[in-house]
């Protein structure tokens, strides 16, 4: 059985990826992971369109143009948006600037992709809901069902705190302190944490709902605080699902508390 040699593009993608990131740059696990779509993206694109597969392929078969091709099949072929094409280059530039110093015997076109810039975005308004859209929010998950007590412990945290959706999904029981002053711990983007306080009423509704689900116990404290059927966390396609649930129906009762262009992301306290 032939073995085959890997050429010297996978194993710097190796080291990039499982050293470089991690030991060096500290990135989170989030990070990781848009960065490993971007490689595994960039790696179908060029089996497709340049009919190049991923183990024949070498430093030398990377040029700007070639990286100003693939971001233009992102947006124009897979449908993407701007932010998601510039989220793909970022990825890649750090590559390129990771390689400039491992392996500068091509540092010329390194730059060259390093100089592809990107692209400005037009930044949307945030839209936030009055008190009385979220307390019409907060008054529709089913307190008689599991589901509904989880749901609307869920939204309350996320309206008390304004935690963002990935931050909601990463949160654990030992991310709370119950002794006073009442706190939450929260792990937001770069791995940065930040603490804020919790009001007595979201603390009784979070108490209620982890003691139905044993999350109270110290052996629980690093499980996820929002975990599915399998006792996995919350992914954030599906914390996003139960938010738009929500949304959905509260614009349904009251057109004039939920807009239109209210995005079930920014539940957030209006105005403090």
Not at 146 to 155: E, K, N, P
Not at 234 to 248: H, S
């Amino acid at each position: 059985m032939n073995r085959i040699t890997p050429t010297n593009f996978p194993v710097y993608l190796d080291a990039f990826l499982n050293k470089y990131l991690p030991e060096v740059r500290n990135c989170s696990e989030n990070t990781f992971k848009s960065y490993c779509d971007t490689f595994s993206l960039l790696l179908l694109f060029i089996r497709d369109k340049e009919l190049i597969n991923a183990e024949m392929l070498t430093l030398e078969d990377f040029s700007h143009t070639l990286i100003e091709r693939f971001l233009a099949y992102i947006e124009q072929e897979r449908g993407c948006s701007i932010s998601t094409r510039n989220v793909r280059l970022a990825a890649i530039h750090s590559f390129f600037r990771y390689l400039q110093y491992e392996h500068p015997s091509f540092l010329l076109e390194w730059q060259k992709i390093l100089g592809i810039p990107f692209k400005k975005v037009s930044h949307r308004i945030m839209n936030y809901l009055t008190p009385e859209g979220m307390h019409l929010l907060l008054s529709l998950p089913d307190q008689k069902t599991a589901i509904g007590r989880r749901d609307l412990a869920l939204l309350s945290l996320m309206y008390s705190t304004g935690c963002r959706v990935q931050e909601v999904c990463d949160l654990t029981p030992g991310s709370l302190r119950f002794s006073k002053p009442y706190l939450i711990r929260i792990i937001g983007k770069g791995n940065k944490a930040r603490q804020v306080p919790l009001h007595n009423d979201q603390v009784f509704i979070l108490k209620n709902y982890m003691s139905e689900h044993g999350l109270l116990e110290m052996s629980a404290n690093k499980y996820p605080l929002f975990p599915n059927k399998h006792g996995n966390r919350l992914t954030r396609q599906a914390v996003t699902k139960i938010l738009e649930k929500y949304t959905i129906i509260a614009r349904k009762q009251r057109p004039d508390l939920i807009p239109d262009i209210f995005s079930p992301h920014c539940i957030r306290q209006y105005g403090e």
